[in-house]
Every structure is written in C-alpha cells, then in structure tokens.
C-alpha cells in the first residue's frame, strides 16, 4: 500500500460532490429505520426486510458502486491517471492501494449504519444486528472489488454497475431462487445467518459464501491489475 497514492485518492473520493452522495445513502437507511421502529409489528421481520433487502440487497451494492468506481474510473476518464502511471510504481500496488480505501470507506459507511439501525430495529436480540454487521463489511469488500474493476474495463462502469446493483442484486438476487446463489448479496446473507444464528433463509452455506466473497475480491484486483497495466503500456505506446 502506498500512503501517497492512498492520500490523493481519499481526497478525491470525499470531494464535495460524491461525498454528499456517500453520505445520502446511510442517512436514508437511519431514516427509513427510525420510522420503521415506530411501526407495529413483528421486530424480527422487519430487521430482517430493512437490513436484508434494503441495505444489504440495495443500498450497501450502489455504496460500493459510487465508492469503487470513484477511486479509479475518474481517473481514467479525464486522463489525470497518467501521471499516476508515470511513477515508478508497480501497477497492483496502485490498484491494491485504491482498493484498500474503496473497502475502507465503504466499510465505515456501510459498517456502522448497518450496526446502528440493526439496534435500532431489534436491539441486540438474536445477534441480527451483529450478523447483518459482519455481513455488510464482507460484501461491501465484494463489491468495491467487482466496481473497481469495472473502473478500469470499462468508461461506462456507473452504469453498468448500476444495472447490476439494481437489476442483478435488489431484483434477480432476491425473487429468482435459481440467481441467487450467484449474488454477493446472498452469500452476504450467509453470512449473516452463521454469525446471528438466526434463520435468515439463506441461499448457500457459509463455508461456499465466504469462498465466493473472497475469491470475487482477489479475482477482481487481479484482473485489475492485469488491465491496469495494459493501459500503461497504450500509453507509452
């Protein structure tokens, strides 16, 4: 990891503009919780609706989708990432860099809200609050992997990892049984079942999310790394 690198992308990430954004996401998942807490009905259920599908299933997927293409992808777009190439860097060490600030920060941001409203909803009745937790950071590093390579793929990674977040993750991912084995957020939910011991109908076994969520992190900053590097060498071209 090096400092610098890091410095200059945390700057540019928290900018005025993408840093309100950062900052709406959270804020919407307190609101809809403190209102939610004020409603009748089943404690359980509705834990495990909001911190399931709204935050696992849509918002901790669009958190990590600003975050991980805002470390490189703009870079990319305006050009400045040349001078970054320019250093006497190694490539993975750039994109391993940007990648520890683009989990980094989608762990506060998606981390502690997840915590706050969980207790705010349930308490720390069966451990969901905590579950949820665990299971947020794990596919907040998921996800700000996948949307970083995205970054550097392609010009068009908002969008296209927008369509999956929405598309993929909040739609297919919850309501087609046969996709969902196939989604970080189930494997996330897994998660969140072995760490609360709650039934949360999860999709596949701890042991098989926790392979996928890690092998989709390092195979994302691999290929990263490969396509970064082909970049630097169009350049020099």
Not at 197 to 213: H, I, K, M, N, Q
Request: proline share 3%; glycine share 12%; charged share 10%.
């Amino acid at each position: 990891m090096n400092p610098t690198v890091a410095r200059l992308t945390l700057r540019g990430l928290l900018g005025r503009r993408r840093g309100i954004l950062l900052l709406v996401v959270p804020a919407l998942l307190l609101l809809v919780s403190a209102i939610a807490s004020g409603t009748e009905g089943s404690e359980h259920t509705l834990a495990t609706r909001i911190l399931g599908q709204l935050d696992l299933g849509t918002l901790v997927p669009i958190l990590g989708l600003v975050v991980g293409t805002g470390v490189i992808a703009t870079e990319i777009d305006d050009g400045s990432i040349v001078y970054l190439l320019a250093k006497p860097l190694p490539r993975w060490r750039i994109v391993t860099t940007k990648l520890a600030v683009a989990i980094g920060t989608t762990w506060v941001l998606a981390g502690i809200p997840t915590l706050l409203c969980g207790l705010l909803l349930i308490g720390r009745e069966d451990g969901i609050a905590l579950g949820y937790t665990v299971a947020a950071l794990a596919s907040g590093a998921a996800y700000s992997a996948l949307f970083l390579l995205l970054g550097v793929v392609t010009r068009h990674a908002v969008v296209a990892g927008l369509g999956y977040a929405l598309i993929w993750e909040a739609l297919i991912g919850n309501y087609v049984s046969g996709a969902r084995t196939l989604s970080i957020q189930q494997w996330g939910r897994a998660v969140a079942e072995t760490v609360s011991g709650a039934d949360l109908s999860a999709e596949v076994s701890v042991g098989v999310a926790a392979t996928l969520l890690l092998t989709v992190t390092v195979a994302a900053a691999v290929l990263a790394s490969v396509k970064l590097a082909g970049l630097t060498l169009a350049a020099e071209e």
